[in-house]
């Protein structure tokens, strides 16, 4: 792989990143409000940017930031789609994993403010998954690595079912849907790589609840969302295993 391939890479994740927000905001509903339409002062639309694509915009009446901070979203996708072509490098399911990054982003700004992984955006990671697997398995010529993929998916449903069903679970059926997917994409490169993200998740989220925690951030109950922490452990698994 050349420099000018990782370089490209950076900076379409940064332009991927730097549109996410105003995507993140129109289609996240914040915790506990069943209202989009308004802004928290209640005086202004809250779906006042018009487009979909875009930097964080500011409330026109009182100013708060809509959507997630634009650097902290330029950062994350200039360096998921960094690290994902310098530790896939030439895999024909690169775009897949690429695509599926690009689509994270949003989905981990809107699980952060509003505990929710949006059914159209998982759908939409999904169909780019199966579509660039589909494309890679007629690049190799070989389907074993997409069967694998198939069972990837079955195995970290089952898994994630399993938890959500736990008493006491906070697993969401959100995050069920995502650890689908992830499992898909991971299975393309092997079991353990499904195995890595079925586990990393956990041991992130569970490292941030405790330091939350400790520092008095957050109470005993407080509801945290799992999401980002699926994809970053999906991240890391395919970097460990790719
Ligand atoms: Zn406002």
């Not at 809250?46 to 979909?52: A, C, I, K, V």
């Not at 398995?137 to 195995?155: E, F, H, K, N």
């Not at 969401?172 to 092997?190: A, I, M, N, Q």
């Amino acid at each position: 792989m050349s420099v000018a391939i990782a370089v490209a890479a950076v900076v379409l994740g940064a332009v991927g990143g730097g549109v996410t927000p105003r995507l993140a905001y129109r289609l996240a509903i914040e915790a506990g409000t069943v209202s989009r339409s308004a802004c928290h002062c209640a005086r202004a639309p809250r779906t006042g940017p018009s487009r979909w694509l875009g930097p964080a915009t500011r409330c026109p009446v009182c100013t708060a930031r809509q959507g997630p901070p634009t650097w902290s979203t330029i950062v994350a996708g200039a360096a998921s789609f960094g690290l994902l072509v310098a530790g896939l490098r030439d895999d024909p399911a690169l775009p897949a994993f690429l695509a599926v990054a690009a689509i994270g982003l949003p989905l981990a700004a809107i699980d952060l403010t509003s505990l929710r992984l949006p059914d159209p955006l998982v759908a939409a990671a999904g169909l780019a998954a199966v579509l660039g697997l589909v494309g890679a398995t007629l690049t190799i010529g070989t389907p074993q690595p997409l069967l694998r993929a198939l069972a990837g998916a079955l195995v970290s449903i089952g898994a994630y079912v399993l938890l959500a069903l736990l008493p006491g679970s906070r697993l969401g059926f959100g995050d069920v849907k995502l650890g689908g997917v992830l499992g898909l994409l991971l299975g393309w490169l092997g079991w353990p790589a499904v195995l890595l993200g079925l586990v990393l998740p956990h041991v992130i989220a569970g490292v941030i609840a405790l330091c939350l925690l400790l520092t008095g951030r957050v109470g005993r109950q407080a509801a945290l969302p799992l999401g980002p922490a699926l994809l970053v452990g999906a991240l890391l698994a395919a970097l460990l295993c790719g």
